[in-house]
Every structure is written in C-alpha cells, then in structure tokens.
Nanobody, 124 residues
Framework: QVQLVESGGGSVQAGGSLRLSCAIS????????MAWFRQGPGKEREFVSV????????NYAGSVTGRFTISRDNAKNTMYLQMNSLKPEDTAVYYC?????????????????WGQGTQVTVSS
C-alpha cells in the first residue's frame, strides 16, 4: 500500500521561507510522477508544482513560479517543496500526490495517491 506523508508546514511571516517534505512508502519513489497541490480557506484544491520521476523536468503554477522550487531524492523516497518569499495568499493546506502515469499532470484526477496534508500559514 502506497502512503504519502507530508511534513514541514508551520506559521511564518510574509517574506519568510519553509521547506515541505513528502515521504513515500510502500513502493519506490522513482516509480511515480509526484506533485504538490494546495487548498486555501474557502477555496478549491489547486495545482502548485509537479516533478518527473527522475527530477529532470518540473512545472509550476504561475502564482508560485520564481518563489517555489520542487525537488526529489529518490534514494530517500522523498520529495520537497522549497517555498521562499511567502505571501499571505500562500496560506493553505499543502498536499503531496503521486501517480504511476506518464504525464506531468496538473489536474487532481491525474493522481492516484494523496497525503493527509500539512498546514502552511503566512501572516502579514
């Protein structure tokens, strides 16, 4: 059974940084395309970033481009999201997701496995 567990969330002031981690178990991380999504208060879940199996290709939502960096360490079965220059509008529960499919999708339906989420709160 594949399980995803996020960590690293917390509270930070605007302009600060956080690094989220997503540990995958039950199957080698290299099997999956992995992604980050987020859901802000009163909002729908939205795509943040996606990374290929090897980490050689990634994609970002326009709202985080230049501020967030996705990466992965398959030897540690872990994916990361480095978040810099955080803004209050980045406040959300952040979820990691994985798919055995081949496409670096941005749609929720493209992903087979999800973590429980980690809260990120950015104060002004």
């Amino acid at each position: 059974q594949v399980q995803l567990v996020e960590s690293g969330g917390g509270s930070v002031q605007a302009g600060g940084s956080l690094r989220l981690s997503c540990a995958i178990s039950g199957s080698p991380a290299s099997t999956y395309v992995m992604a980050w999504f987020r859901q802000g208060p009163g909002k729908e879940r939205e795509f943040v970033s996606v990374i290929s199996r090897t980490g050689s290709v990634s994609n970002y939502a326009g709202s985080v481009t230049g501020r967030f960096t996705i990466s992965r360490d398959n030897a540690k079965n872990t994916m990361y999201l480095q978040m810099n220059s955080l803004k209050p509008e980045d406040t959300a529960v952040y979820y990691c997701a994985a798919t055995s499919g081949n496409t670096l999708g941005i749609a929720i339906a493209a992903y087979d496995y999800w973590g429980q989420g980690t809260q990120v709160t950015v104060s002004s």
